[in-house]
């Protein structure tokens, strides 16, 4: 095999087993960080049992459900019920593929790596990026589809329809409101939006970042609701509901099934926060600072530092949205959908549009 | 009769849109949160902390005795008697001591079946029962609730223990 190639596959699995096992170790934390804050916000002190500060909690909460009996209930369709966690579950891990963490840095001049030039913080540099995590995650729906069908219970199936019909529901305004930012950036690529990031607006007195949320405030504020409803998170988690359909789609899963359904709902969260912080918050870089002149060790560890404070504020703010807001019911989570968000999407689409025709006829700006 | 609904004033454009309300609310878990990370919140960490409890409080009995190691209680069966749980056995026997007169024999404390109202230690005209405030007394198996003289007359020492514990935490 040609080394190239062969550098490029090693290069590829190094970076799968190195994401995955960031991303499943985010996860495990990111529901141990879910009790403690909750617990703070109502004066409680949360998990405190498993090693220092809870630390193990994640591990004894794993070794758990691997112990928990494998229930297979009789009245289920087999085949769909055991492939059910696998597909909510594998759409979430692979639209992290996309995601960049930081800028590339220039592969060893010896050794196998070297043909390569540079090796990128990027699993798959493809050039229709956030169109890939949008088809990628398009998917997760039919987890849950398939999961509340083939259980084969009046409340999964109930769960289930509800979970699709806002995930359908909100993925217009998500997918909408994200095309202002591709606007200004003329790109679809994450690592070529955050570098677009970098500049500043220049007709300001004031020299402001071109970040995303600066300059598509709306787009921000529309995609933030619509990652919201998309990852089932309070105020959107009508797909659960003790009170009306029990634990919706998954009420039948138990043992690591559930736990699959588990890890993709969390493994969503922190993927929409990475991808949250790529298109709209400059993904790695700090304005004003500049990485660039540091040695490649160096500026990548800072730039991953710099990508998961950015990524874990809004990892954060999921878990304090969820513990500070009622739930909307049913009728209010689609009128607010399809007569409020999505209204509003257009017209900041428009808008975006509208002030580029003007900016390329008249030539301002 | 007519009654007069008022109906609530429209929502202005600003309760409309949600976002002031809901960065309100994000603040007040915000407050909540800072605040139980500063002072440590409002719960007592139970096996490490004790509550502090009223020196009323009753708990595990114990029977006190003299200087000398000599137990105080008569055997009158005054406690037995006047105990609503039936909780309480005695049996008296001769005491050589011919100014005591009386002594027990046997006493066992149920404490299952103990309601601790505090009779027992109110009706006692030697003082020779209290209601302590250890109630860390939990064992496994029944037998092991049944609280005989030898168990009863070395209790005194866990209160001691749990006042210990109490000043340790507060």
Redesign the interface.
């Known amino acids: 095999m040609d080394s190239a190639v062969l550098a490029t596959v090693i290069l590829a699995l190094i970076k799968i087993a190195l994401i995955l096992a960031v991303l499943f170790t985010g996860v495990a934390y990111y529901s141990l960080a879910e009790r403690k804050f909750s617990a703070f916000m109502q004066d409680r002190i949360g998990p405190n049992r498993c090693g220092p500060f809870a630390l193990l909690q994640p591990l004894a909460d794993g070794v758990k459900f691997f112990l928990k009996e494998d229930v297979i209930p009789h009245h289920v369709d087999k085949v769909l019920y055991l492939a059910a966690p696998a597909m909510a579950m594998i759409p979430a891990m692979a639209t992290i593929a996309v995601v960049p963490f930081a800028d590339p840095i220039p592969a060893p001049a010896s050794g196998l790596f070297a043909s390569l030039g540079q090796i990128q913080f990027q699993l798959a540099d493809i050039n229709v990026g956030m169109l890939y995590i949008f088809a990628v995650s398009g998917l997760a729906v039919y987890g849950v589809v398939i999961a509340g069908w083939a259980s084969n219970n009046k409340y999964a199936l109930l769960g289930s329809l509800r979970a699709s019909a806002q995930m359908i529901s909100y993925e217009l305004t998500l997918g909408l409101s994200v095309l202002g930012v591709f606007m200004v950036y003329e790109t679809l690529q994450l690592d070529a939006i955050v570098a677009a990031q970098t500049s500043f607006i220049s007709f300001l007195p004031v020299a402001i970042p071109k970040w995303g949320i600066v300059v598509q405030p709306l787009g921000f504020l529309l995609f933030l609701i619509a990652t919201f409803a998309e990852t089932s998170r309070l105020p959107f988690d009508l797909p659960e509901g003790e009170a009306e359909i029990v634990a919706g789609y998954h009420v039948e899963y138990g043992s690591m099934k559930f736990m699959l359904f588990m890890l993709a709902e969390y493994s969503h969260m922190i993927i929409a926060s990475a991808v949250i912080t790529c298109l709209f918050l400059g993904g790695w870089n700090l304005p004003w600072v500049d990485m660039s002149s540091l040695p490649a060790v160096q500026r990548v560890a800072a730039q991953l530092a710099v990508f998961t404070a950015k990524a874990g504020f809004f990892a954060f703010l999921f878990i304090w949205v969820r513990w500070t807001l009622p739930r909307f019911r049913y009728d209010q989570l689609m009128r607010l959908g399809w007569k409020v968000l999505l209204p509003l999407a257009i017209a900041n689409l428009v808008a975006t549009g509208a002030f580029y025709v003007v900016k390329y006829t008249v030539g301002i700006g | 009769m007519a009654i007069i609904v008022k109906k609530p004033a429209p929502l202005t454009f600003w309760e409309r849109i949600y976002l002031p309300a809901?960065l309100k609310?994000?603040g007040?878990?915000?407050r909540?949160?800072i605040?139980?990370?500063a002072g440590g919140?409002?719960?007592i960490?139970y096996p490490e902390q004790h509550k502090r409890v009223p020196n009323n409080y009753r708990a595990l009995h114990v029977m006190p005795t003299w200087e000398d190691g000599h137990i105080k209680c008569v055997a009158c069966e005054m406690c037995s008697t006047v105990c609503p749980a039936n909780a309480i056995t005695v049996h008296a026997e001769e005491d050589e001591n011919p100014e005591i007169e009386k002594r027990a024999a046997f006493y066992e404390i149920d404490e299952l079946r103990c309601i601790f109202c505090g009779f027992c230690e109110e009706v006692c005209p030697r003082d020779a029962i209290h209601l302590t405030k250890n109630y860390e007394f939990v064992t496994d198996n029944r037998e092991g609730f049944l609280y005989g003289m030898d168990r009863l007359t070395k209790t005194g020492r866990l209160v001691s223990e749990l006042e210990a514990k109490e000043n340790k935490d507060r």
């Open positions: 809901i609310g994000l007040m878990t915000m909540h949160m605040k139980t990370l919140g409002v719960t960490r």
